[in-house]
Nanobody, 126 residues
């Protein structure tokens, strides 16, 4: 089992940047594929970005492509989400998730993930 702890959320003006971090407990972080999801008020939780176990493959939602970057440091048991050129529509609670599935491809579905963090709020003002 793994525990996930997100940090780095906050209030930022449109056009600004934030970097989210997700620290994982345990010694087997490199055996998990990782993803970031977000949920805005009144909306379903949606996929934002994902990364495979080794970090060799990444995938992004169309809405964030070119603005967000996911990365991981397996030595630090941490996955990151660098968010640039933020827009008011990026406002949401952002969740980190871990999957035990062994896949060459990034896993974009909520059901692919086994463990979730508590979330961190990101608010982008116009």
């Amino acid at each position: 089992q793994v525990q996930l702890d997100e940090s780095g959320g906050g209030l930022v003006q449109a056009g600004g940047s934030l970097r989210l971090s997700c620290a994982a407990s345990g010694r087997t972080f490199s055996s998990y594929a990782m993803g970031w999801f977000r949920q805005a008020p009144g909306k379903e939780r949606e996929f934002v970005a994902g990364i495979t176990r080794s970090g060799s493959n990444t995938l992004y939602a169309d809405s964030v492509k070119g603005r967000f970057t996911i990365s991981r440091d397996n030595a630090k048991n941490t996955v990151y989400l660098q968010m640039n050129s933020l827009k008011p529509e990026d406002t949401a609670i952002y969740y980190c998730a871990a999957s035990r599935r062994d896949s060459y491809y990034v896993l974009p579905r909520r059901s692919d993930y086994d463990y979730w963090g508590q979330g961190t709020q990101v608010t982008v003002s116009s």
